[in-house]
């Protein structure tokens, strides 16, 4: 299926690692070029990693999503450097670092930087990428524009491990409707996607924060843990793979979707059923 990506840009943030240079590496497969944004200098290595598979005028620019100066910047950089802004993900994202049940584990001040990145990060990416999106769009009408957000299962089932990031990420998904709704009538279409489980840093660092408060006779390593919560919480009862979100990404900013906008797209092995 061709999905019409060849001569596009796409600007991947939250893109050193896991599903957001899974991300970057499916658009960049498809022809697109590629900007990544990442608050971790190791995202000048995954450019230079993304460029050796898919040669091409890929950029990088460092940049703290809790920040509204730079993400400004970095926008604004990479669409002097990339001429246009086709498409944009959103696949930045932390948790509290803490077992959150009961949330009285976790004291108020634990809130805030989670908040701050989870969804001021996205709002901020919004308020930065939106004017480039729309250009790109009145350009290319037949094409359009996509803002993406890469949000979890834990927003919308309420889910206790860590209620900051539970919350940030329901916050996402109705700030995502809310920009689907005001994108629309320029020809940018806004979508989600939501992991349950995925074998990332962030998923590990739950696992430790679980562990940490448990007794020393009743600990597991993370294989052990993760296999027995897969199980437990999955009824295809497997891992999803990064390479999936950015199946679904290109999939969703090419013209095949062109009537998809405003969705959650749950990709989480049916942990997440709505009837």
């Known amino acids: 299926m061709d999905l019409h990506l060849s001569g596009k840009t796409a600007v991947i943030i939250g893109a050193a690692r896991g599903i957001g240079f899974a991300i970057a590496e499916a658009y960049a497969r498809e022809g697109a070029t590629v900007g990544l944004i990442d608050r971790d200098a190791e995202v000048e290595r995954s450019r230079d990693q993304l460029a050796s598979q898919s040669p091409g005028a890929h950029e990088f620019c460092l940049a703290d999503v809790a920040s509204e100066a730079e993400m400004r910047a970095a926008a604004d950089s990479l669409h002097a450097c990339l001429g246009s802004i086709d498409h944009v993900v959103f696949a930045a994202g932390i948790g509290s670092g803490k077992f959150g049940f009961p949330?009285?584990?976790?004291?108020?001040?634990?809130?805030?930087?989670?908040?701050?990145?989870?969804?001021?990060?996205?709002?901020?990416?919004?308020?930065?990428?939106?004017?480039?999106?729309?250009?790109?769009?009145?350009?290319?009408?037949?094409?359009?524009?996509?803002?993406?957000?890469?949000?979890?299962?834990?927003?919308?089932?309420?889910?206790?491990?860590?209620?900051?990031?539970?919350?940030?990420?329901?916050?996402?998904?109705?700030?995502?409707?809310?920009?689907?709704?005001?994108?629309?009538?320029?020809?940018?279409?806004?979508?989600?996607?939501?992991?349950?489980?995925?074998?990332?840093?962030?998923?590990?660092?739950?696992?430790?924060?679980?562990?940490?408060?448990?007794p020393e006779s009743e600990r597991e390593d993370y294989a052990t843990w993760a296999e027995r919560k897969i199980k437990t919480v999955s009824p295809l009862g497997r891992w999803q793979e990064p390479s999936e979100f950015g199946a679904v990404s290109v999939f969703l900013a090419s013209p095949h979707a062109r009537n998809v906008t405003g969705q959650v797209i749950n990709i989480d092995g049916g942990q997440v059923m709505h009837s």
């Open 103 to 214: 949330f009285t584990h976790l004291e108020p001040a634990d809130w805030k930087r989670v908040l701050d990145v989870n969804l001021m990060g996205f709002v901020h990416s919004a308020h930065a990428f939106s004017p480039h999106l729309i250009e790109a769009a009145e350009a290319d009408s037949a094409h359009g524009a996509t803002l993406q957000v890469i949000v979890s299962v834990a927003g919308q089932i309420g889910s206790q491990t860590d209620p900051p990031y539970s919350a940030a990420k329901a916050a996402q998904i109705n700030f995502l409707q809310c920009l689907a709704k005001d994108l629309a009538p320029h020809g940018v279409r806004a979508n989600a996607l939501s992991p349950g489980m995925v074998r990332t840093s962030l998923n590990e660092s739950v696992w430790a924060a679980g562990q940490a408060i448990l």
